[in-house]
Structure formats: C-alpha cells, structure tokens
C-alpha cells in the first residue's frame, strides 16, 4: 500500500471512530434529558443539575462530533468532562481509581482517553471541519 493510499485509509478509519463514539456518547444525552432510550436512573432529572449539566455538554458536543464541526476543542472539552466523571463517579466513591473494571468506570476512561486522541487527531476525513478551513 501506497503512503498516499494508508494515510487515506488512516482517515477514513479516524472519522469512523469519531462518528461511532460520537454516536454513543450523545445516547447518554439523549438518555439524561429526553428519555430516549429510557433509563429509569434518569427520571425526573432536573436541567441544572450535574447529571443535567452532563447530559447537556453530552448532546451538544455529540454532534458536533457527529458531524465532525469543531471536533479538536470540543473533545478536549468533552475529554477534561468524561476524567471528571470517571473520578466523582467512579473511582473516588468506589475506592478504586486504578480499577475501572471494578469502579465501572471503563466507559467514562475510555471515552476520556478517545476524546483525548480526537483533540490531537482532529475528525478525519469526513469531518465538516474540513469544509470550513477550506473555504
């Protein structure tokens, strides 16, 4: 394979992470303020709380990642959110920091860590971001 044609392929496969973990996350958000898909944890969750602060940073900055616009400062943004989450939530309330297996914190660590690579990798080859820096 090409050099041209790998870095191509590199691309492609970086939108296609982007999108899938952008997919998933703006779930969790759609979860916390619109009920869609239910999960009963999140019943009659009031907008200014955390878990209402969460769901709102977790929708917006799901599409935007979704679409790939902005997609380096809101994943930095999004990254600094999910380490937060994964400490409050997880690890310091379970005792366990370097365990997220047990803390059940392996979503937060992974999202943290994803939207972490995002912000250095930028959105890949199909990333609305692409559209705005060349016009």
Same mark, same amino acid.
């Given at each position: 394979?090409?050099?041209?044609?790998?870095?191509?392929?590199?691309?492609?496969? *970086?939108?296609?992470?982007?999108? #899938?973990?952008?997919?998933? @996350?703006? %779930?969790? +958000?759609?979860?916390?303020?619109?009920? =869609?898909?239910?999960?009963?944890?999140?019943?009659?969750?009031?907008?200014?709380?955390?878990?209402?602060?969460?769901?709102?940073?977790?929708?917006?900055?799901?599409?935007? *990642?979704?679409?790939?616009?902005? #997609?380096?400062?809101?994943? @930095?943004? %999004?990254? +600094?959110?999910?380490?937060?989450?994964? =400490?409050?939530?997880?690890?310091?309330?379970?005792?366990?920091?370097?365990?997220?297996?047990?803390?059940?914190?392996?979503?937060?660590?992974?999202?943290?860590?994803?939207? *972490?690579?995002?912000?250095?990798?930028?959105?890949?080859?199909?990333?609305?971001?692409?559209?705005?820096?060349?016009?």
């Amino acid at each position: 394979m090409t050099q041209s044609k790998q870095a191509d392929v590199q691309a492609m496969v *970086l939108s296609i992470l982007r999108i #899938t973990t952008a997919y998933m @996350f703006l %779930l969790h +958000g759609t979860s916390k303020l619109f009920g =869609f898909p239910h999960s009963p944890m999140f019943d009659g969750l009031q907008i200014m709380s955390l878990y209402g602060l969460a769901g709102i940073l977790e929708v917006a900055g799901g599409l935007l *990642l979704l679409l790939g616009l902005f #997609t380096r400062p809101v994943a @930095f943004v %999004l990254s +600094g959110m999910m380490a937060v989450a994964y =400490f409050i939530g997880h690890a310091i309330p379970n005792g366990n920091v370097a365990a997220p297996f047990l803390n059940r914190g392996e979503a937060a660590a992974l999202f943290c860590f994803v939207f *972490l690579y995002l912000s250095a990798a930028g959105g890949g080859k199909w990333a609305l971001d692409n559209k705005r820096s060349a016009g």
